[in-house]
């Protein structure tokens, strides 16, 4: 199982190197993920993450230029179906640092996921979310489709204490009336379980978007801290 996930960082890397433009931006995302789980399959999640800029990879010279970029606040809430199949709604906002006392966006998500399980511990994540997205007035339009594959570093099962690997791809599309562009998300990390309620998740995030026939690279380093609390049914 080591020898699978450094394959693909191997590859993650490759794929990064040979799409790079001559200046890539590099970016920091420090998140937090608390979820509240009800004994009528019902949960809320709300999550909020920064984006920083700290540096640009330049094959001349590096910028060590750091700068807040902006701040997302998700709400979702889900009931689960049937199986490990959940639907889910919500809502964020973005607030930008050029203007940090004004809303820059607000976004509407409808969304449905659902996990299967292999042998060993390992999951198989599918998430389909349609947005829209509304920026001064204007309505954006976006599809999303995520696939994700994660399994225990140590043994066939997650005990507390213990490291997975995890591996994501998602593709995005929005459109309006004035264009559209795709963009994909290419992810590889690591995630310490540290119990049923607590997770640290790390890793390294590549974003290729689409405008036109303009390629747009940036790489991003997300750390996020994942909350969960489960509320005990009444007796």
């Known amino acids: 199982m080591h020898s699978f996930f450094l394959s693909v960082l191997i590859l993650f890397l490759v794929s990064i190197c040979a799409s790079a433009q ?16 009800f004994p009528n399959r019902w949960s809320f999640n709300v999550n909020t993450f920064q984006r920083a800029t700290f540096t640009e990879l330049n094959s001349e010279e590096i910028d060590q230029d750091f700068r807040w970029n902006l701040n997302e606040t998700q709400f979702f809430a889900t009931y689960e179906l049937w199986q ?8 964020a906002f973005q607030i930008q640092a050029e203007e940090p006392g004004e809303f820059h966006e607000h976004r509407l998500m409808q969304q449905f996921a659902f996990v299967t399980y292999a042998l060993g511990g390992k999951r198989i994540a599918h998430r ?26 140590n043994g066939e099962q997650l005990d507390p204490g213990e490291f997975y690997g ?8 929005s459109f309006n009336q004035q264009g559209q562009h795709g963009e994909n998300r290419l992810f590889a990390g690591i995630g310490w379980f540290f119990n049923r309620k607590y997770k640290l998740q790390t890793g390294l995030m590549h974003r290729l978007v689409r405008r036109g026939n303009r390629y747009i690279n940036t790489l991003a380093i997300s750390t996020t801290l994942y909350m969960n609390n489960q509320k005990k049914a009444i007796e």
């Not at 204007?138 to 570093?153: H, I, K, V």
């Open 22 to 37: 001559s200046t890539t931006p590099v970016q920091w995302e420090p998140g937090l993920s608390f979820t509240q789980k």
């Open 84 to 91: 490990n199949k959940k639907l889910s709604g919500g809502y």
């Open 128 to 153: 389909a979310r349609v947005e829209q997205r509304f920026r001064n007035s204007a309505l954006t339009n976006r599809l999303r489709y995520r696939l994700g594959f994660d399994s225990p570093l």
């Open 166 to 173: 995890i591996i994501t791809n998602e593709f995005l599309w």
